[in-house]
């Protein structure tokens, strides 16, 4: 019992992380851009979120939906505004800029009123609750985690496989010069990769917050999520999503069993060892050659 309830505990956390390393991989694949502001747009989010519904007294759902839509605004604001004039630079400028953007981010919340460095719990329908299956006792908020991770990439799939303007976004991570001769609006394209790894990050802050409350700093969680989209391929989205799982296992086994500071330590152990053993990830596809 003791070794299933810890998977569900590490599935649970994996998926936070692979969240997060889904809007890495998005924006990667869009624009060849690492956004180290990642997992401060999460933070973002669940502030959003606890403004609507803590302070503003809206249902959770409406509360969600509307954080959602708001940092949607957010990423194609911040694409247009901020990456958009520094396109074709060095991507260590671009680097440089995400990292910045984040350090504004982080500074500014604690800045709001309402907002400021202290932890502030997001009620939500499922903290401390449980649910008792054969003597197994889960926490309906792990459960509630997994559970929209797993509707969530059902949604990304079906939009990127069976949908126009997801089949564009993919043409377009491939090769943006061939799409734009095909006439796919790769401007659109960005900002709407942009919009989508944002709302992905809110959904993120939002589920994180029962477990880790909401504070400025939440969003160094991306640390986490970096270890786990290289180990998936940092051009995959599935691989994000495993190499999140797998990351989760991994730290809350060794927490387990071995101790806290190798809980901490074992994803950027995994990170070292994929990076010297298969440095394109564990799940990234073979790139052919050309003869």
Request: charged residues 10%.
């Amino acid at each position: 019992m003791l070794i299933i309830q810890l998977a569900i505990n590490g599935i649970a956390v994996g998926c936070i992380y692979a969240l997060v390393a889904l809007g890495l991989v998005l924006i990667y694949k869009a624009t060849e851009a690492v956004n180290f502001a990642q997992g401060d747009l999460m933070m973002l989010g669940a502030f959003f979120a606890l403004t609507f519904i803590s302070f503003g007294g809206l249902p959770f759902w409406v509360g969600l939906a509307l954080a959602i839509i708001g940092m949607a605004a957010v990423g194609m604001i911040m694409e247009r505004l901020v990456l958009r004039p520094i396109l074709g630079q060095p991507q260590f400028a671009v680097i440089m800029v995400t990292i910045g953007v984040g350090f504004i981010l982080r500074s500014g919340a604690t800045m709001i009123p309402g907002w400021g460095t202290s932890s502030q719990a997001l009620p939500t329908p499922f903290s401390n609750q449980t649910l008792d299956v054969a003597g197994l006792v889960m926490a309906q908020e792990h459960l509630a985690i997994i559970g929209a991770t797993v509707i969530l990439c059902a949604l990304l799939y079906g939009f990127f496989r069976h949908t126009r303007f997801g089949i564009a976004m993919q043409a377009a991570s491939q090769n943006q010069l061939a799409a734009a001769y095909m006439g796919i609006p790769i401007k659109r394209v960005s900002a709407a990769t942009w919009a989508i790894a944002a709302a992905v990050a809110a959904l993120g802050g939002v589920l994180l917050a029962p477990i880790a409350l909401v504070e400025a700093n939440m969003g160094f969680v991306v640390l986490k999520a970096f270890p786990a989209a290289v180990l998936g391929g940092f051009a995959s989205l599935p691989g994000a999503v495993i190499g999140g799982v797998v990351i989760g296992l991994i730290e809350v086994f060794s927490g387990r069993y071995i101790s806290d500071t190798a809980r901490n330590l074992a994803p950027f152990v995994v990170l070292l060892a994929v990076l010297v053993i298969r440095p394109e990830g564990l799940f990234a596809e073979p790139k052919k050659r050309r003869a």
